[in-house]
């Protein structure tokens, strides 16, 4: 792996609301490397879309970034003002969001809608970077007829070519790192296995690192170099793909992946239990009330990330 | 096993409405001729895109949406056209989990009143004091402590939620249940824990289960059979086996084709197997074979006839010209 794009140290995000204060993103340190895609799974309520939304500076209140730095490219990123975050939102990292029906405007045309992104940071008229630039994004994303589907409103478009035009949106500066959150969850399988190795396609031929975040691990194995698991706004794991996959160490991920390893006529493997809640996380190992493994140890004190062999775990059952 | 529940040749038409004076303009095609048994105490998947017309298939049979041509046979009995006493016994047999037990749990009511009033139905002459005993009989047979008893549905988890839904359906003992996407709302993590206790009650009642879903590995694992629709239409049947390690429609093998999975089951694994495209509007299919815009195969045929069920092997049925070229394996 070549230079670290992205380093995010110790950082704490807390939202703050009547029933307490709801630990979301709890001491967690990552690396993104130039070019590699990062996996990030975990449940819904892990913390995996709330750690998206810092590094792009989207946290509003009642959540805080309460501690820990985002270093992108030398910059920490938690100490620029609004501006100067602006100015590298949608331009140095980009995101691609879940939900096209949500995130494009209904009353704008897909290309003006990628054309903003062309007039806030080249300065460029948006009726140019319709016809220049819009129309040679769409070609990449491979919507067929482009210079006619730029001027498409998002209901005239399905939902694949939609998530089209979400995805130019995020690529069409050709940012350093393209965040996308679960871009294909809302689609059915056959279109979700196309949008996927065209999201691949363009990471490759542009060059940019992606943290791809998604709940589900078969996907993640498919598209990532590396893989990060969260559970209860705590990294518990992070390694490569296959390692993390085949061979995984931290008894959460190897109950995860014990559930979805379906067999012919016999009982489903079952984490016992549900996801704590994060105003009250459990003492200790925030997985210890489900996990099989679990000693006194583990509902005192809280395990440290350690690292073996080029992988790093959260767990006491590894080193010390 | 015999037969418990047939329905032949179901039409679902939803009309759409237009102009300046509302009138009906165009139909969606949502179920369109439909023909699937079901036997005694079996597991029978039904997967396909969203828009494929499943749910609708599901709430058809059910005797929630009357269709619009076809009959439902429950027991031999036409289910629609059934009065009185006989009416309310084969609804009882007909119970549905939904998606979303957030809109199929009443926010008024407490857990106690929601299954109370699927055990007076069941049983009217109980006293107020053996309904509650039933309940807290319930409650623990899905898994759920007697504190539930007395919880408004906001107060419970998503799989928490979803044992109430189950709960419910049990105290009708119905011989069939029709699971609609039964976990797809809740976490990875509790999905295993309410698929084990649906097919333990399943097992328990030897009721049998209509599954519908999308998720192909919960349908490997747990189904007898699989029933796959495109477009309104069932194109491919067969056991659950034969389907996953034979599949003769180009569509089967697409879908089982792009489907992230890390089980241990066979992958099928043809790289000229793509579609192509995107799935066409159930407001105007196209002609002749519907999946002829997307399929890798498809030749002038397929835009001129619709091809008919033919027999694979046994028990085995797909709708395609050209089942000589399967399996995509």
Redesign the interface.
């Known amino acids: 792996m070549s230079e670290k794009i992205l380093s995010i140290e110790n950082l704490k995000v807390y939202y703050y609301l009547h029933q307490g204060v709801v630990k979301a993103v709890d001491d967690v340190s990552l690396d993104v490397f130039k070019g590699e895609v990062l996996g990030i799974a975990g ?3 892990s913390g995996k879309s709330t750690l998206a939304h810092a590094i792009l500076g989207l946290i509003k209140p009642p959540g805080i970034i309460v501690g820990g730095k985002i270093i992108f490219k030398g910059i920490d990123l938690t100490k620029l003002s609004q501006d100067e975050m602006r100015k590298i939102r949608g331009s140095k990292i980009a995101m691609v969001f879940q939900d096209p029906n949500t995130y494009l405007n209904p009353v704008y045309t897909s290309g003006f809608q990628v054309a903003e992104v062309f007039e806030a940071h080249n300065n460029m008229k948006i009726v140019d970077a319709i016809k220049s630039k819009v129309t040679e994004i769409f070609r990449l994303v491979r919507i067929p007829e482009p210079s006619k589907r730029v001027y498409a409103y998002p209901h005239e478009l ?4 939609r998530q089209r035009v979400l995805i130019s949106i995020g690529i069409a500066s050709r940012p350093d790192l393209l965040i996308a959150d679960e871009p294909t969850s809302s689609l ?7 949008i996927l190795s065209l999201i691949k396609e363009i990471q490759s031929q542009i060059g940019m690192a992606m943290i791809f975040i998604s ?5 993640l ?2 598209v990532s170099d590396r893989i990060a698991i969260m559970y209860a706004g705590k990294l518990v794991e992070v390694g490569k793909a296959h390692d993390v ?1 085949m061979n995984p160490l931290h008894p959460y991920t190897k ?3 014990e ?14 239990g ?2 704590p809640s994060l105003i009250n996380p459990p003492s200790g190992c925030r997985f210890h009330p ?1 996990c099989k493994y679990a000693t006194d140890k583990c509902k005192i004190m809280e395990p440290k990330l350690k690292t073996i062999d080029n992988r790093v775990v959260c767990c006491h059952l590894y080193g010390d | 096993m015999s037969v418990l529940l047939e329905a032949i040749h179901v039409k679902k038409y939803f009309p759409i409405y237009g102009g300046i004076i509302p009138r009906v303009v165009n139909y969606v095609r949502a179920v369109d001729d439909v023909t699937l048994s079901i036997r005694g105490g079996e597991v029978v998947a039904l997967v396909g ?2 828009g494929s017309g499943k749910s609708t298939f599901g709430n058809i049979v059910i005797g929630l949406m009357k269709p619009d041509e076809g009959r439902v046979l429950f027991e031999g009995r036409d289910i629609y056209s059934l009065k009185g006493p006989i009416k309310k016994e084969v609804r009882h047999n007909l119970q549905i989990v939904f998606q979303n037990p957030d809109s199929s749990l009443n926010p008024r009511m407490q857990v106690a009143s929601i299954l109370s009033e699927a055990i007076k139905e069941m049983n009217p002459e109980l006293s107020k004091y053996e309904v509650i005993e039933e309940v807290l009989k319930l409650l623990e047979s899905v898994g759920l402590n007697p504190d539930h008893a007395y919880k408004y549905p906001h107060e419970l ?1 998503g ?2 939620k979803q044992r109430v839904a189950i709960a419910r359906v049990v105290a009708m003992k119905p011989k069939l249940i029709v699971a609609d996407e039964p976990v797809s709302s809740l ?7 309410i ?2 206790l649906l ?1 333990d009650i399943q097992a328990k009642l030897n009721a049998a289960i209509l599954f519908i879903s ?1 998720d ?3 349908v ?3 189904s007898d059979r699989v029933a796959v629709m495109y477009l309104g239409r069932i194109v491919e049947i067969a056991d ?2 034969e389907l996953f390690n034979y599949p003769s429609h180009p569509y089967t093998a ?2 089982l ?9 066979k992958k099928v694994r043809s790289e000229y197997l ?2 192509i495209g ?2 066409p509007s159930p407001i105007n299919p196209p002609s002749g074979c519907r999946f002829h815009t997307r399929c890798p195969l498809a030749k002038e045929i397929c835009r001129r006839e619709e091809p008919s069920f033919k027999e694979v092997s046994n028990g085995h049925y797909s709708a395609c010209h050209f089942i000589d070229k399967a399996p995509f394996t």
């Open positions: 449940e819904s309520g399905s939902g694949g070519m059915d399988v056959t279109i979700q296995a196309e709940h589900d691990l078969g996907l194995y498919e996959i109950a995860l992946l559930s979805v390893k379906y067999t012919r006529k016999s009982k489903l493997p079952v984490i016992e549900a996801p489900r | 895109e969203s988890s799989g928490e976490d990875v993590s509790v999905r295993s824990q698929l084990n097919m999308h192909l590995g919960v490997w694992s747990i659950t086996e697409i879908l084709n792009s489907a992230p999975l890390l089980t241990n089951m793509k579609p995107e799935p």
